[in-house]
Nanobody
Framework: QVQLVESGGGLVQAGGSLRLSCAAS????????MGWFRQAPGKEREFVAF????????YYAESVKGRFAISRDNAKNTVYLQMNSLRPEDTAVYYC????????????????WGQGTQVTVSS
């Protein structure tokens, strides 16, 4: 059974940092793109970042570019999201996702999803 388990969320003041982790298990994730999406209350799920298996393609939403950094450790089947200079508008549930050979910012292109971790940024 495939599982993506996020951790690292929490409450932080504006300008602070958090590092999210996502541990994947249940299959081999060779050739899988790993990504992050987020969903704020009353809003649709929105793309944050993705990174292909080789790391050859990395893409960020404009709203987080320069502040967030995605990375992955393929040996550990783990993907990370380092979030710096956090803003109140970054408050959301953050979801880890995996998709086979995709390079996409569209949620329906991804096959596996975690349960999400809450990030709250206070002003």
């Amino acid at each position: 059974q495939v599982q993506l388990v996020e951790s690292g969320g929490g409450l932080v003041q504006a300008g602070g940092s958090l590092r999210l982790s996502c541990a994947a298990s249940g299959r081999t994730f060779t050739s899988y793109t790993m990504g992050w999406f987020r969903q704020a209350p009353g809003k649709e799920r929105e793309f944050v970042a993705f990174m292909t298996w080789s790391g050859g393609s990395i893409y960020y939403a404009e709203s987080v570019k320069g502040r967030f950094a995605i990375s992955r450790d393929n040996a550990k089947n783990t993907v990370y999201l380092q979030m710096n200079s956090l803003r109140p508008e970054d408050t959301a549930v953050y979801y880890c996702t995996a998709g086979l050979r995709v390079a996409s910012s569209r949620p329906y292109d991804y096959e596996y999803w975690g349960q999400g971790t809450q990030v709250t940024v206070s002003s």
